[in-house]
């Protein structure tokens, strides 16, 4: 099977995906890597086919220095900032740009980075299959647990799932300037989308977080397709970074 791997063009997302994609690649799979221009070089260093899309809007040194300005910020600015400034213009040219590579390519299945926001429509618009990864922390937004972003003590109490269904709402406030570029898009493809339903578009086949089951919060509801998994490590699959080691 032609499988397309779409990733953040960050480290700590690009070599768990590469990993993965190695271990696609090493059962028979042809493995096609998809992205902004920034995540070249890791992918290449894994071994593995990359198309690049939005390469005149983000062109190569466009994420370090997108990154460096947030790495300034602090607790929610930080969430505000990326949600707010960076993911719209992202989610907009992903939208735009990356159907056409996928057909170009002939892909026939998806694997997506689940913080690269609605990315997944471009696969229900085509009508092939897609799963989702969680390179960070998976979000709970049943209010049964604390979503991530907050750093509240676990408590089965009616007072503190309302407190961490306020979270939710917050986060879905914070969240609303992507989701109208997903809308947009939508509406002008025909795509029936229930947006006031939490996960509406998540994959139904599967969800994967890296984080061991054993380390999340009990009893946290899950869809069916909601797996735990440990970390995905390749070192073969990685760039040799120098590092002065006599020092």
């Known amino acids: 099977m032609k499988i397309g791997f779409l990733s953040m063009p960050l480290t700590g997302h690009l070599h768990p995906m590469t990993a993965l994609g190695r271990k696609m690649q090493a059962r028979g799979h042809e493995v096609i890597f998809f992205g902004l221009p920034d995540a070249a070089r890791i992918v290449h260093s894994a071994g593995l086919d990359f198309v690049p899309f939005g390469e005149e809007e983000y062109p190569v040194g466009t994420t370090p220095a997108m990154y460096a300005h947030l790495a300034t910020l602090k607790g929610e600015d930080v969430v505000r900032y990326s949600f707010q400034e960076m993911h719209p213009q992202r989610a907009r ?27 997944e429509l471009v696969p229900m618009n085509m009508g092939i299959p897609y799963a989702h990864i969680w390179n960070v922390l998976h979000i709970d937004s049943s209010g049964a647990t604390p979503p991530c972003l907050f750093g509240w003590d676990y408590e089965d109490t009616p007072v503190a799932r309302a407190r961490n269904m306020e979270a939710v709402k917050k986060m879905s406030s914070v969240f609303q300037p992507i989701q109208q570029v997903a809308r947009s898009w939508a509406d002008k493809h025909g795509l029936q989308i229930d947006w006031d339903t939490p996960n509406a578009t998540i994959s139904k086949l599967a969800v994967i977080t890296q984080t061991p089951k054993e380390f999340d919060f009990p009893d946290v509801p899950q869809a069916p397709a909601f797996h735990y998994a440990g970390p995905f490590h390749d070192d073969y699959g990685r760039e040799r970074v120098a590092f002065p080691w006599e020092r």
């Open 93 to 119: 040219i992903t939208l735009e740009q990356l159907p056409e590579k996928l057909v170009h390519r002939g892909v026939e299945a998806l694997v997506l980075d689940t913080i690269h926001f609605f990315a």
